[in-house]
């Protein structure tokens, strides 16, 4: 057998923003099924906060959560799943080509979703969007409607992510999602450690988005 190596893939700031997501987006809808539409406006910005801060640790943060290191051509996406059937030892540190396309669509999807509903209104539920009086009644009208679409595409792209999950464990044998939870991963050979950033980078970061969002939000 050939030997491996742990290789500490997935730093502990970027495993925290990907299951606190998952909650959210599961709160989010719960909240608005309900008509918890406080609960639902506070968890959109928990949301937006997350977003804005993984948009810039993909430029600041830890080798795998940069864009610049796992962000490939489309080309090069396509080509990794031509091979998807193909059963090989998993070498990815990070994602690979097809999901980091993936991870990408998703921050944009959310971030459409949580800027159009902070613009909406919904005269059925007496609610509107924190920014709603920045915007008049037909462009709030129509981002309501974005607002909707935007969260069939997130359904969809969700759908799609989770597929892609069983699809890789099933045919190729590759776990994606344990090395998400635990941050490490066995890869075949030696292979270099990715630098990982500080945690405390990472909480500064975090202060300040979650800072952006209120002013945005409450001093607009």
């Not at 909240?31 to 609960?39: D, P, T």
């Amino acid at each position: 057998m050939s030997s491996t190596t742990k290789v500490r893939i997935w730093d502990a700031p970027t495993r925290l923003f990907h299951w606190t997501l998952v909650l959210l987006v599961c709160f989010s809808w719960l909240s608005a099924e309900m008509l918890w539409m406080r609960l639902h406006f506070l968890s959109g910005e928990a949301i937006l906060t997350l977003v804005l801060f993984r948009i810039v640790w993909g430029f600041v943060g830890s080798d795998t959560a940069r864009f610049a290191k796992f962000l490939k051509s489309p080309m090069a996406a396509i080509e990794h799943l031509k091979h998807l059937r193909r059963r090989e030892p998993d070498t990815e540190l990070g994602h690979n080509a097809a999901g980091g396309w993936m991870a990408v669509g998703l921050l944009g999807l959310l971030l459409l979703q949580v800027g159009s509903g902070f613009f909406s209104s919904d005269d059925d539920a007496a609610v509107e969007g924190p920014l709603r009086h920045l915007v008049s009644a037909g462009t709030s009208a129509l981002l309501t409607n974005l607002h909707g679409f935007s969260f069939t595409a997130i359904q969809i792209a969700v759908a799609a992510h989770v597929s892609a999950i069983v699809v890789y464990l099933l045919l190729k044998g590759h776990n994606l999602t344990w090395p998400m939870i635990v941050g490490t991963k066995d890869i075949p050979g030696p292979v270099s450690q990715p630098r990982m950033a500080h945690p405390v980078l990472a909480a500064g970061i975090l202060g300040a988005a979650a800072a952006t969002v209120v002013i945005l939000l409450y001093y607009l």
